[in-house]
């Protein structure tokens, strides 16, 4: 195995990591549509990088950013489904948290009434996220759920620093981003399937 690389998609590896690895991993709710991402992309608020063996793609990071705004929110992180826990998800994130500070990342939180074998999922996930050194700041909603806002090289910046950038980072147009999420309110639909 060469040494691997944390670096920006091409126009192709984007279609095939939306095709087939962000497909795959997250469910229809948590994906935004393409041409979307790309949008943000065209735009500079959104960049897409792949964790590559030569040619071969074993992971991906997607990142929001946005001028002016310090916090980088970490969208979505995965590894190729085959290549799961050998310790890529770790060294793509080891390989973020030396390039910006601070990053905030969501992970879903478990669902009432939903079933164990799910929530426990969640739950390690959460987990994962702390053991790589990121610290839950406050609960928040998008796409319809409810995650946990975890951040990391964010010392000296307030929880209310943290949720401003934040939600500055998705802009107004996200309507159904809340952050935080009060414990008594709902979670509104994501924007794509708001007409539905």
Not at 114 to 128: E, G, H, K, T, V
């Amino acid at each position: 195995m060469a040494e691997l690389v944390l670096r920006p998609m091409t126009a192709p590896e984007i279609q095939h990591w939306y095709a087939q690895e962000l497909t795959e991993a997250f469910a229809e709710n948590e994906r935004k549509p393409l041409p979307d991402i790309l949008a943000l992309a065209e735009a500079g608020r959104y960049r897409l990088l792949g964790l590559f063996d030569g040619p071969r793609m074993m992971g991906y990071a997607t990142l929001w950013v946005r001028k002016g705004i310090p916090l980088v929110l970490l969208d979505y992180l995965g590894v190729s489904a085959a290549l799961r826990s050998g310790g890529l998800g770790s060294l793509i994130l080891a390989r973020l948290r030396e390039q910006y500070a601070p990053l905030v990342t969501e992970s879903e939180l478990p669902v009432a009434g939903d079933s164990q074998a799910a929530n426990s999922l969640r739950l390690r996930r959460i987990a994962f996220y702390r053991r790589s050194g990121f610290v839950p700041v406050y609960e928040m909603a998008t796409c319809g759920m409810r995650w946990q806002a975890l951040a990391a090289n964010a010392d000296g910046c307030s929880t209310a620093e943290i949720a401003a950038w934040h939600r500055a980072l998705y802009g107004p147009e996200r309507t159904d981003v809340q952050i935080p999420l009060p414990p008594d309110q709902q979670p509104r639909p994501p924007y794509w399937m708001a007409d539905r």
